[in-house]
């Protein structure tokens, strides 16, 4: 029998003992028919995890996070489930490093990345090419012959109702984008001069804090395009405000993608920002975006061919 039908088994069987109590109760007190059952209430995401069985070690990572609560709430959410299996793929010891109490907000933010908000079935899984997951980074699906995979994790069943959402279950645990924005620019190999800058500015510390931010990142090449000493005079201690409001004035407050840069948004340093649609893609400030949507676990990177100098 499939863990499918086996849920479904499990959910019935529990909705006949519920409403066969609650009727026997009601009879009891006021004397009406046991026959006069009263419908149970679907099992929620969590209740349907526990008894299906399957998904011991996401369980007890939702409650080592903190999660168990909130995933049992109103919803609606759309949660996709890794099996034991899926987590008995990871290397080994990740699980258990990952259920120490120091690990919470790292456990946490891995599996909201396998929620979204809604009740969304398996055709509307489908039918788009990413979602918006919890955790506020995008999960990217993608559909072929072989079936239907979110960020390369097979969906092996769809459409497993819940009273406050519905689960798909997965065969290999999603993992979001862990390093902040400068350590992704850091591992790019390409920004040095951005972020000799922004040390030089004071701003690596509000550059790793929580966020969200969308950072507009000129390359080194995109440095060297300045006037010969320019970088050199704004790396000078004297300089210092005026290369932080340079750096502020390429990052905007929220996790903003490319398909979503509109308008002119305000900028931390406090000034608006010009985007533009062309024909080859999206434009900040007059500057080209070479590369978009480079995740990273406190926002998101567009890389730009130009730097930025507010007027």
């Known amino acids: ?94 699980v258990e490093k990952l259920l120490e109490p120091g690990q919470k907000a790292n456990l946490a933010a891995i599996l909201t990345y396998h929620v979204v908000p809604g009740n969304l079935d398996a055709k509307h899984v489908a039918s788009r090419s990413y979602f918006t997951s919890l955790n506020g980074q995008r999960v990217d699906i993608k559909v072929d012959d072989h079936g239907v995979q979110i960020d390369g994790a097979n969906i092996v069943k769809t459409d497993i109702k819940c009273g406050n959402g519905t689960i798909h279950v997965i065969d290999t645990v999603i993992l979001p984008a862990a390093k902040n924005v400068v350590e992704t620019a850091a591992g790019a190999g390409k920004f040095n001069t951005l972020i000799a800058a922004a040390k030089a500015a004071g701003l690596v510390g509000a550059l790793t804090g929580d966020g969200p931010l969308t950072v507009f990142a000129p390359t080194d090449a995109a440095f060297a395009k300045l006037p010969a000493g320019t970088v050199e005079s704004l790396l000078q201690p004297e300089n210092r405000d005026k290369l932080a409001t340079i750096l502020k004035y390429h990052v905007v407050a929220g996790r903003v993608y ?47 061919d130009s730097v930025l100098l507010p007027e």
């Open 1 to 94: 029998m499939s863990t499918k039908t086996t849920l479904v088994a499990i959910v019935m069987a529990g909705a006949v003992t519920l409403c066969g109590t609650a009727a026997a109760q009601c009879g009891a007190s006021a004397g009406h028919s046991p026959s006069k059952a009263v419908s149970a209430k679907k099992p929620n995401v969590v209740e349907t995890a526990v008894a299906a069985g399957s998904f011991k070690t996401l369980v007890a990572a939702v409650k080592a996070a903190g999660l168990a609560d909130a995933l049992q709430g109103d919803g609606p959410f759309t949660v996709f489930a890794p099996t034991d299996e899926a987590f008995a793929k990871l290397p080994k010891g990740t």
């Open 258 to 304: 490319a398909d979503g840069v509109k308008g002119s948004p305000s900028t931390l340093a406090g000034l608006p920002v010009a985007t533009a649609r062309t024909a080859s893609g999206v434009q900040v400030g007059g500057a080209n975006v070479v590369a978009a949507d480079l995740e990273a676990s406190n926002g998101v990177i567009h890389v730009i």
